[in-house]
Nanobody, 115 residues
Framework: QVQLVESGGGLVQTGGSLRLSCAAS????????VGWYRQVPGQQREAVAR???????YYADSVKGRFTISTDNAKNTVYLQMNSLKPEDTAVYSC?????????WGQGTQVTVSS
């Protein structure tokens, strides 16, 4: 069973930074993909950043140049470094990992960027 636990969300001012963490119960190399999504109430969940086993990282246009996805394999942890945060980045951010074609999700962590 795959467990994903996000942390690092919080309240930050415009222009500030946060680093989200996603601690996985399995070695990251066992996943075919890992990534971060975000969702605002009443809106569709959107992909923010993704790593696939093949190919380069994906970033949404809205975060490109500001967000960076990375991993610490020794800690089984996926990170999302978020810089130059904007109010429109406010959302619940969730980690996802794909194993044997099945997507597993964390519980989500709230990020709020004040104007």
């Amino acid at each position: 069973q795959v467990q994903l636990v996000e942390s690092g969300g919080g309240l930050v001012q415009t222009g500030g930074s946060l680093r989200l963490s996603c601690a996985a119960s399995r070695r990251l190399f066992t996943f075919s993909a890992v990534g971060w999504y975000r969702q605002v109430p009443g809106q569709q969940r959107e992909a923010v950043a993704r790593f696939s086993r093949l190919g380069s990282p994906y970033y949404a246009d809205s975060v490109k140049g500001r967000f960076t996805i990375s991993t610490d394999n020794a800690k089984n942890t996926v990170y999302l470094q978020m810089n130059s945060l904007k109010p429109e980045d406010t959302a619940v951010y969730s980690c996802v990992a794909t194993l044997l074609g099945v997507d597993y999700w964390g519980q989500g962590t709230q990020v709020t960027v004040s104007s």
